[in-house]
């Protein structure tokens, strides 16, 4: 009684741009986790990023899973490497009975996805994914108007969530280590937006209609994507993602008795402006990573679902794959 639950002890895979800038920081803040060890392709690295960002384990940098996951002082992973891994990380890791955090997308394939779902299941470990922008302060106090009822029943909704990138040399553009581009990037948090607020009201998406571009790179993968949902109930919604020009972010949801607006509220940080007709909407910035982590550690304590769990994962690149 009064006691501190042990914090989860958690791996980061890759030391990448998220793991460096957001997650590695969140971890330090979060309630209830703490960082304990790291992989990387090259060991150096590992040992260096767990140093500059204190993890526990007293041997914490690795350049092979198998060897990480065998460590008994381990109890979950947070996946942050390109795409396309996600899933095979994902599946040895709950393999060896270890809870898991992916990075969005889930994986780039519904089979993948399928097998994470069951092995999830079968191991009975929980699997979180990381759509960070549920827990911007904003979003949350658009959602609360939503589900209060404010807006009446939902008709439509608009994201878009575009940035200009420098030229084709992300991995994302072209190599086997991604399967979509600005649709990985921004596109998929946009469907998880659009999905966090549509689906409790308007049943599943129906139908989906979609129009993408790679005009001025000419790559395998999409720079531009415009895609149109239909929900059960009739609703309607939109989104738009981009790597060829700068917007400011919008999220826009239209009910029957009124609208709510995020401006430039997408992003890495709890950022923007919140509005209906009445005015603004005031709200309390927080960092959306310390909260997803802090939800993901609450979920596996108290087994309970995580924000975002492997089916709702699925779900997203189900409908990912139905763009064309
Ligand atoms: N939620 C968000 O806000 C957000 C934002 C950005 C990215 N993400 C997601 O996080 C994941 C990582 O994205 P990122 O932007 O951090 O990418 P990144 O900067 O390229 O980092 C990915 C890391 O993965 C490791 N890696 C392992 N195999 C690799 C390979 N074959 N090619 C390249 N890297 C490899 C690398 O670490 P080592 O060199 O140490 O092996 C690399 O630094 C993606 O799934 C992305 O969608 C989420």
Not at 10 to 29: D, F
Not at 95 to 114: L, N, Y
Not at 194 to 207: A, H, L, S, Y
Not at 223 to 233: C, I, K, N, P, R
Request: charged share 20%; proline share 5%.
């Amino acid at each position: 009684m009064g006691m501190k639950p042990k914090p989860l002890s958690v791996a980061l895979l890759g030391t990448g741009r998220i793991s460096e800038t957001q997650l590695a920081p969140a971890l330090a803040s979060a309630s209830g986790l703490r960082l304990w060890s790291v992989l990387s392709r090259n060991r150096g690295r590992a040992a260096d990023f767990a140093r500059r960002h204190r993890a526990r384990s007293r041997e914490p940098g690795y350049d092979r899973l198998d060897e990480m996951l065998a460590d008994p002082g381990l109890d979950a992973v947070l996946v942050a490497t390109p795409d396309a891994l996600h899933g095979d990380q994902a599946l040895a890791a709950i393999a060896a009975g270890k809870h898991v955090f992916v990075e969005k997308p889930m994986v780039t394939s519904s089979a993948d996805g399928r097998r994470v779902v069951e092995a999830a299941a079968a191991a009975g470990v929980t699997v979180g994914v990381a759509y960070h922008l549920r827990w911007h302060g904003g979003h949350r106090a658009m959602e609360r108007l939503v589900r209060g009822g404010a807006l009446g029943e939902l008709r439509h909704m608009r994201v878009q969530w575009t940035w200009p990138a420098p030229d084709d040399s992300n991995w994302r553009a072209g190599s086997d280590v991604g399967r979509w581009w600005s649709l990985a990037g921004v596109g998929t948090h946009c469907l998880d937006m659009i999905r966090w607020f549509m689906v409790p009201g308007c049943g599943e998406v129906v139908e989906v209609r979609s129009a993408t571009s790679n005009a001025v790179w000419g790559g395998p993968r999409d720079e531009t994507a415009l895609v149109a949902l239909t929900f059960e109930s009739g609703a309607t919604a939109e989104f738009c993602s981009s790597v060829q020009f700068e917007s400011p972010s919008r999220v826009e949801v239209y009910g029957d008795q009124g609208y709510v607006i995020g401006n430039h509220t997408l992003g890495p940080r709890g950022a923007g402006t919140v509005f209906t007709r009445a005015g603004m909407v005031p709200y309390v910035v927080q960092n959306p990573y310390v909260g997803e982590l802090a939800d993901f550690a609450a979920a596996v304590r108290n087994g309970r679902p995580p924000a975002v769990d492997a089916r709702e994962g699925l779900r997203n690149v189900e409908l990912l794959e139905e763009i064309k």
